[in-house]
């Protein structure tokens, strides 16, 4: 099996926030017992169907994500040791949200061998916190950093600039506390609102909530500026990082590693001869003929259903060109030299050419540092000379122009 990385999915929280669109349930604390039990149960099982299949013993990153993986509790720490029954992960994430991280939580989970945790702090103002629907404060999110800290893990913020009623001066507040509680890693994202969730259907009456483009570009500046200055390097397009502590599991995903997903709504990507050997497991879901790779995603609770979409050599191919520009490396030679045995050379070189010609990439050499100005794509395609194509400023803030040009290629 070449699985490396595997996904869990919670999809619980104490309370939906107005923004959000993932799938998470809210229960009335009476009921939300039952519902955590019943569906850790089926985890358990089906982590075990995976293991006795052979499919986690290569697993080297972990990540539990939600909903709110920490709003579970001793379940956590019970799917955490039962992961570690079957591999042996050099990185296990699990997120959690201020409000339901106790101290007692994150020492079991560290002991457990849960190395880090990823927290959704989202903004340090009160008030913005409030307006999106957040049920933790300022201060109990700063608190849940230092916890994690004392527990010995690493630490890793979100962040969300765009928020109702959020100014540059409250945004570099939110940045200085931050980076004052100095946690391993920080991710900045804009906020997006998205079709059918209230804060969407508040913006519809009133545009004063909707996010401006300028302003979160000019907060992602703010932010890149700040943390690069306090020694975060950014590695891709959202995340932050101390050295040695970028997250590995995102890595995996964005350099077309394959991934399982465990739980309702989790995808997982497989290359097609790992889908064949754990089709069994996969109940009904097909492969194409020509399917190079498969991705999957569960649709309900017990894993009885599955969306399967299946992606030709030539799709997984561009996929991997458009990920690649999500790092701030960029593509490299290796992978364009790869590349141009699958997608003909000639629409490769023009996809590069540009990503140069708009200034949304450069080439920088891999021999020496700075930009090599002399680089043709023919050159790297063919192998002639080493060079990354890594995205400008403008490729950085204008992604989806960018990996737009590179899936077109499928
Ligand atoms: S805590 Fe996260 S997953 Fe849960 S409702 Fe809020 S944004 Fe969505």
Request: aromatic share 8%; net charge negative.
């Amino acid at each position: 099996m070449s699985v490396t990385a595997l996904y869990v999915h919670v999809p619980f929280c104490a309370q939906k926030c107005r923004y959000c669109d993932f799938d998470s349930r809210s229960f009335a604390p009476c009921d939300l017992d039952a519902a955590l039990d019943a569906y850790f149960e089926q985890l358990y099982a089906r982590l075990d169907a995976f293991g006795n299949a052979g499919a986690l013993a290569g697993i080297r990153t972990v990540y539990v994500g939600g909903g709110t993986p920490s709003l579970a509790g001793e379940r956590l720490v019970e799917l955490a040791r039962r992961i570690s029954r079957w591999c042996k992960p050099v990185e296990f994430t699990c997120e959690a949200n201020p409000e339901s991280l106790t101290s007692q939580l994150a020492a079991a989970l560290a002991e457990v061998g849960v190395t880090r945790i990823s927290l959704g702090v989202q903004t340090l103002d009160n008030a913005e916190l409030a307006a999106i629907g957040r049920i933790h404060d300022a201060d109990r999110a700063l608190a849940a950093i230092a916890t994690v800290k004392a527990a010995g893990i690493d630490v890793s913020c979100d962040l969300m600039c765009g928020l109702p009623g959020q100014t540059a001066a409250s945004w570099e507040r939110t940045l200085d506390g931050v980076l004052t509680a100095a946690p391993h890693h920080v991710s900045v994202y804009p906020l997006t609102l998205e079709e059918g969730t209230p804060l969407y259907r508040m913006a519809c009456r009133d545009e004063s909530l909707e996010p401006d483009e300028d302003f979160q570009a000019a907060c992602m500046d703010v932010a890149r500026n700040r943390l690069g200055a306090a020694g975060y390097h950014p590695y891709e397009v959202a995340s932050y990082a101390l050295d040695g502590h970028e997250c590995a599991h995102n890595i995996a995903y964005w350099t077309g590693q394959g991934y399982l997903g465990l739980g309702r709504s989790a995808a997982g990507m497989l290359d097609a001869g790992d889908f064949a050997r754990l089709a069994g497991l996969f109940c009904g879901a097909l492969a194409r003929g020509d399917a190079y790779r498969v991705r999957l995603v569960q649709r309900d609770d017990a894993a009885t259903t599955f969306d399967a979409e299946c992606l030709s050599q030539r799709e997984a191919a561009a996929e991997d060109l458009m990920l690649a520009c999500r790092m701030t490396r960029g593509v490299g030679s290796d992978l364009l030299v790869r590349s141009a045995n699958i997608i003909p050379e000639d629409e490769l070189a023009a996809a590069c050419d540009r990503a140069f010609e708009l200034g949304l990439a450069s080439w920088v050499s891999d021999d020496a540092k700075g930009h090599a100005g002399r680089v043709t794509s023919k050159d790297v395609i063919e192998g002639r000379t080493r060079a990354r194509l890594a995205p400008t400023h403008l490729g950085w803030l204008d992604g989806n122009v960018l990996f737009e040009l590179f899936w077109d290629l499928a």
